[in-house]
């Protein structure tokens, strides 16, 4: 049967893949997303060379 | 995934357009100078995208994560920081070469001989500087009501100053009447950088952009990369020729300034370099050799 197998040197990729699916989950668990939303959906003042 | 010059068979202009459509695709935002307010802006995209762009379906990584820093709460962005740590883990610079709008703006820009001219090693070290500021900034300068401003973004980001500031300006006459002295001093930028672009490849990307920075540290460590096979290489440096950085792709494929074009892959004439996941089926190595 086929197997895939990582090769050398491939494996800090997937420990930091891994470890930004739990960044991603920690953020989202924490409220994150919700509040980078009603930033995101207001003109940024700052962005533009206002605020 | 191909690996000579193309990501599936599609060249990287188109994926470089496709990229800066989709990520700009409200396209009433323009017409109206108003920002998109839907769904999509729960979604941090990969690249500098400001998400005061009338067009924008998504938020930028670079403004979002100094908005936390800056806020009440001053906290680091894990959503954020989780995005982009992933993305540089699978691909590394690759969406800057590939995806970022900003850096398809440099590259039309861009005349030939801008491929020639080499930055000093100074100037391309400032966008660490750049990023290190962009992260500290907001924790440790903070005003007097104990909230800081999203500095980079503020005073620096041209990349906002043409999608949010130009382009929402037109659109919008109340924005315009708002336009003052720090409009003008980030619009200043803004044209020095545009001159640049002519003149120098990639200006921003390799000096400025803290993305860019970020993702460089990646390189060396991304799942995909470039990997250059010493026995096949023939040594005739069309890869060097071909590289738009200039640099010497056959000594170090995963040089933290390369952007990953893939040019490199698409003119060498053995196959010596190739863009992958090194990734493969157990069964087509048995005995020791690649039988595919």
């Given amino acids: ?33 919700p509040e980078l939303f009603q930033k995101a959906v207001r ?9 | 995934m191909a690996s000579r010059g193309r990501l599936w068979p599609i060249p990287r202009r188109a994926w470089q357009l496709m990229s800066a459509l989709l990520a700009n ?16 802006k729960n979604v941090c995209v990969p690249f500098l995208n400001c998400y005061s762009c009338p067009g924008a379906v998504g938020s930028c990584p670079v403004g979002s994560f100094q908005f936390f820093l800056a806020g009440p709460g001053q906290t680091v962005s894990l959503y954020v920081l989780g995005t982009v740590t992933g993305v540089g883990a699978l691909v590394g610079r ?20 801008a491929r020639r001219v080499k930055l000093p090693g100074i100037l391309l070290t400032l966008k660490y500087a750049v990023l290190v500021l962009t ?7 903070i005003g007097a009501y104990g909230t800081a401003s ?35 001093f980030k619009l200043a930028i803004l044209v020095l950088l545009l001159i640049l672009m002519v ?3 990639r200006p921003f990307c390799r000096t400025v952009c803290p993305l860019g920075a970020f993702y460089s540290f990646f390189n060396a460590f991304s799942l995909w990369r470039l990997e250059w096979d010493h026995g096949r290489c023939t040594g005739c440096h069309s890869c060097r020729s ?43 190595v048995v005995f020791g050799r690649d039988v595919r």
Avoid at chain 2, 135 to 141: D, F, Y
Wanted: hydrophobic share 45%; aromatic share 8%.
């Fill in chain 1, 1 to 33: 049967m086929a197997q895939r197998t990582l090769p050398p040197g491939r494996g800090l990729s997937v420990l930091l893949l891994v470890v930004s699916a739990l960044l991603i989950a920690a953020g989202a668990a924490r409220g994150e997303i």
């Fill in chain 1, 43 to 51: 003109i940024c003042l700052e962005c533009i060379g206002i605020g």
């Fill in chain 2, 25 to 40: 695709s409200y396209w009433p935002g323009f017409a109206s100078g108003t920002i998109y307010q839907g769904a999509g």
């Fill in chain 2, 94 to 113: 690759l969406v800057c070469g590939w995806l970022c709008p900003f850096g398809l703006l440099q590259e039309v820009m861009a005349r030939p001989c």
């Fill in chain 2, 135 to 141: 992260v500290s900034l907001p924790v440790l300068a």
């Fill in chain 2, 150 to 184: 999203p500095y980079f973004c503020k005073y620096l980001c041209p990349a906002g100053t043409l999608e949010a500031g130009v382009l929402l300006a037109l659109g919008n006459p109340a924005i315009r009447g708002m336009l003052g002295s720090l409009f003008l």
């Fill in chain 2, 199 to 201: 003149f120098v490849y």
């Fill in chain 2, 242 to 284: 071909a590289c738009p950085l200039g640099l010497a792709v056959d000594r170090t494929p995963n040089h933290p300034e390369c952007i990953r074009c893939l040019d490199c892959t698409r003119v060498c004439p053995s196959g010596a370099l190739q863009f992958t996941s090194g990734i493969k089926r157990e069964e087509s």
